[in-house]
């Protein structure tokens, strides 16, 4: 089967249901008037309140839609939580697990999300693990250790490939400032050499995205190196138009034969 690049929506606290339904619908249709490759799979990552709505009006397109977060619980006594069966009761096929805001403002640690990814993939969701290291990290040269830890400390003992890695530098989300093609480049090979020694050839299938800032003027640079399989996409994801201009960037080869050059 061929491997298409994922770009990916997380609108985060964004959009009420009503505002996320005139968004989607812009999206549906900006993507039949585009007439966009075929090489490309769209997801958006909609709040929980927007998906069921989002979900209908996704139903009959290509368009795939995930969460931005679940708990690690089947079910119980976890009042305000999502469980994974209730999101793949409305038809997800993704969902975001954490991302560096959770990390961060919800203090999620690396055993947390591991068992949310063991739980997604259990339930056949599959988890878009995103990682990534704050400005210090890399201003005193740990990306590269940082990386590794999270990424050997959340798949540890997993075996299944069902699997999407988001790399997210901290210091890029939301900032406006960019990982140059080159500086994510280098990460992306990194992993794709971390998931190469947990997985062996399997490892080929698992997307690596490349998110922090990512625009309709940089995606191009970014998109076209070659281990950066697509994006995670957060504030220009709000605006149809932004999202999906890189939804159509230009000059992206298929995967498969980029991989082979
Ligand atoms: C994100 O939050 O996943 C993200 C990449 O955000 P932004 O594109 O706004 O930097």
Not at 233 to 239: D, E, K, M, P, R
């Amino acid at each position: 089967m061929e491997r298409k690049y994922l770009i990916v929506g997380n609108w985060k606290m964004n959009k009420t249901p009503s505002q996320s339904e005139d968004l989607v619908k812009k999206i549906i249709d900006l993507k039949t008037r585009h007439g966009i490759s075929a090489h490309v799979t769209i997801a958006i990552c909609p709040p929980f309140t927007s998906l069921d709505r989002c979900a209908e009006w996704l139903k009959n397109t290509d368009i795939a839609i995930g969460a931005q977060n679940l708990y690690f619980e089947k079910e119980g006594a976890f009042t305000g939580e999502i469980s994974a069966s209730m999101l793949k009761d409305l038809r997800l096929t993704y969902v975001i697990i954490g991302h560096s805001e959770r990390r961060a403002i919800f203090h999620e640690t690396d055993e947390q999300i591991h068992q949310k990814v063991k739980i997604a993939q259990a339930s056949q969701l599959i988890p878009i693990l995103c990682v990534g290291e704050t400005l210090d990290e890399r201003e005193s040269n740990r990306t590269l250790t940082v990386i590794e830890t999270q990424i050997s400390h959340v798949l540890e003992g997993l075996t299944n490939t069902n699997l999407v890695i988001a790399y997210e530098p901290v210091w890029a989300i939301g900032t406006g400032k960019t990982a140059t093609p080159e500086m994510a480049q280098k990460v992306h090979q990194f992993i794709r050499e971390l998931l190469q020694k947990q997985f062996g050839k399997g490892s080929q299938i698992i997307p690596i995205l490349y998110g922090g800032s990512m625009k309709p003027d940089n995606a191009a640079d970014l998109l076209t190196q070659p281990d950066i399989d697509g994006g995670l996409i957060g504030g220009a994801s709000l605006v149809a138009e932004s999202f999906m201009d890189i939804v159509a960037t230009k000059g992206l080869s298929p995967l498969d034969s980029r991989k082979e050059s």
